[in-house]
């Protein structure tokens, strides 16, 4: 029996995903119920900057599906949901992630990233474990499963081994410091109360729905409206960057798999250096115009993506504080226990975003000019 099988024959899940209409979370409830109709998920979502209903709303008619807005801080809100939905899994995506804004505004960060995972905590705890309890019941059969990242490992050179499950965490801005804590409330509310966690540390995601001020979004919006490209500092910063639907397919494999109160890491095994991304990406919106002599038409401030030279909106600025060198994962143990592997290559991958950027203005543009 497949594990899609074995799913099928114990019933459909009924999950909770928390900021579903943010970028990673959204592309997951669109996964998630392509690959399983049958299941029901509520995305609870508080619709700050990075939160756009928009990418749910093809969602709105599947009576699987049910959106609410509220935060995750609110915990009896939280209880509501869990107990009036009959929910048995929390997908917890919801975080304050820009880097940049959290070291001009640390506070939303502390708030959501720590305080708000504790307040799901507390609410999955209640339910599923204190309130059967209480009735002299087992725990509800159940799942948490916390999306974290590799920014919790702080920073690699240039020939140390890539992040795996074991490497101490080290956490240098105060983005990656709140998630670093939040993947310690995780943990300790598994070995303390017994409540059945996973968590998933991912390298840089890209694809569709990825909001404007982000490299590989801002590299295109930018080009299309005649703005300078900034790189900081030498541009040689190294991430490792993994399709969006990727990440689904690994915190989908998790969840089918994982080991109950285990962390996996899922990458895309795709170092690449932010100047040479900076560099690809113009590459490839100089190509789209060039072979589609409509976008010169619909965008008509795209004047050096038309005339093929979006490198010259190219320009260098300071490096920000504490800016990691470079990021990679190792996720052999996901490989190896969960039998995960990127379906998507860098190169299907970027042309694929390239392609749904441009097809997508009405998405995007609004959240450019708020």
């Known amino acids: 029996m497949t594990q899609t099988e074995k799913q099928a024959a114990e019933g459909p899940r009924k999950l909770l995903v928390t900021g579903g209409a943010g970028f990673i979370g959204a592309n997951?409830?669109?996964?998630?119920?392509?690959?399983?109709?049958?299941?029901?998920?509520?995305?609870?979502?508080?619709?700050?900057y990075a939160g756009n209903k928009v990418s749910l709303e093809s969602l709105e008619s599947n009576p699987g599906f049910t959106f609410v807005h509220g935060d995750i801080c609110d915990t009896a809100l939280v209880e509501e949901l869990l107990i009036n939905h009959g929910l048995d899994t929390i997908v917890h995506f919801a975080a304050e992630s820009h880097v940049d804004r959290s070291i001009s505004g640390p506070d939303a960060f502390i708030e959501t990233n720590i305080i708000g995972t504790h307040s799901l905590l507390k609410a999955a705890k209640k339910v599923w474990i204190d309130l059967p309890a209480a009735d002299g019941l087992e725990p509800v059969k159940h799942r948490f499963h916390h999306v974290s990242t590799d920014e919790v490992y702080g920073t690699l050179e240039p020939q140390d081994p890539a992040f795996s499950e074991?490497?101490?965490y080290a956490p240098n801005s105060p983005y990656s410091a709140s998630k670093a804590a939040s993947d310690h409330l995780v943990r300790a509310y598994h070995h303390t109360y017994g409540l059945e966690v996973t968590t998933s540390n991912c390298s840089n995601n890209y694809g569709p729905y990825h909001f404007p001020e982000k490299l590989i979004p801002l590299i295109i919006t930018n080009i299309l409206h005649d703005k300078p490209i900034p790189v900081y500092g030498d541009g040689k910063q190294v991430r490792d960057w993994l399709y969006v639907e990727d990440h689904a397919r690994g915190i989908e494999l998790v969840l089918q798999k994982g080991r109950i109160g285990e962390n996996y890491n899922i990458g895309g095994h795709n170092e690449w250096?932010?100047?040479?991304?900076?560099?690809?990406?113009c590459q490839l919106m100089d190509e789209a115009f060039s072979?589609?002599?409509?976008?010169?038409?619909?965008?008509?401030?795209?004047?050096?993506a038309a005339s093929g030279k979006s490198r010259d909106l190219i320009r260098y600025v300071t490096d920000r504080p504490g800016h990691d060198r470079r990021y990679a994962i190792d996720a052999r143990k996901s490989r190896e226990e969960?039998?995960?592997?990127?379906?998507?290559?860098?190169?299907?991958?970027?042309?694929?975003?390239?392609?749904?950027?441009?097809?997508?203005?009405?998405?995007?543009g609004p959240l450019i000019q708020g």
């Open 28 to 48: 997951f409830v669109h996964y998630w119920l392509q690959q399983y109709p049958g299941d029901s998920v509520v995305v609870l979502d508080a619709l700050t």
């Open 273 to 281: 250096h932010n100047i040479d991304i900076v560099n690809l990406v």
């Open 291 to 304: 072979s589609n002599g409509e976008l010169a038409a619909e965008y008509p401030t795209a004047s050096f």
């Open 166 to 168: 074991s490497t101490a």
């Open 338 to 364: 969960l039998g995960y592997s990127p379906h998507e290559s860098f190169e299907s991958g970027i042309r694929k975003t390239v392609e749904w950027y441009l097809s997508n203005p009405g998405w995007w």
